[in-house]
C-alpha cells in the first residue's frame, strides 16, 4: 500500500523560510517525485519536481527562491526561501509524477497536502 506522509509547512511573514518534507512508502523502486500547491479557486500547479536521472525541475514563479533535494530512496523535501505573499497554498507531495513539466492529472499518488501561508 502506498502512502506519502508530509511534513513542515506552517506560517510565515514574506521574505521568510519553511521547510517540507515527503517520504513516500510502498513502492519497490524508487520513483519520481515531486510538489504542487493549490490556492484558493485556482488550479493545483506543478511546483518542483525531483526527477530519476535527471534531478531538479522547477516552474518560473519559484527558480532561485525555492529548492528540491532527495535524501533517500523515495523521501524528498522543498526548502522554500524568499517566500511571497502568493506562494500561499495547500502544498501536495506526489509520487509517480512522470516527466516535466509535471501536471497534476499524470500523478499516481497524492500526500495529505500541509498549508503554507504567507503573510505581507
Partial sequence: QVQLVES????????????LSCAASGFFDSTNMGWF????????EG???YLLGTGPKYAVSVQGRFT?????KNTISLRMDSLKPE????YYC????????ILAGNVGYWGQGTQVTVSS
Avoid at 513542515?8 to 521547510?19: K, R
Avoid at 528540491?68 to 533517500?72: F, P, Y
Fill in 8 to 19: 513542515g509547512g506552517g506560517s510565515v511573514q514574506a521574505g521568510g523560510s519553511l521547510t
Fill in 37 to 44: 500547491r493549490q490556492a484558493p479557486g485556482k488550479e493545483r
Fill in 47 to 49: 511546483v518542483a519536481a
Fill in 68 to 72: 528540491i533535494s532527495r535524501h533517500a
Fill in 87 to 90: 506562494d500561499t497554498a495547500m
Fill in 94 to 101: 506526489a509520487a509517480d509524477i512522470g516527466g516535466w513539466p
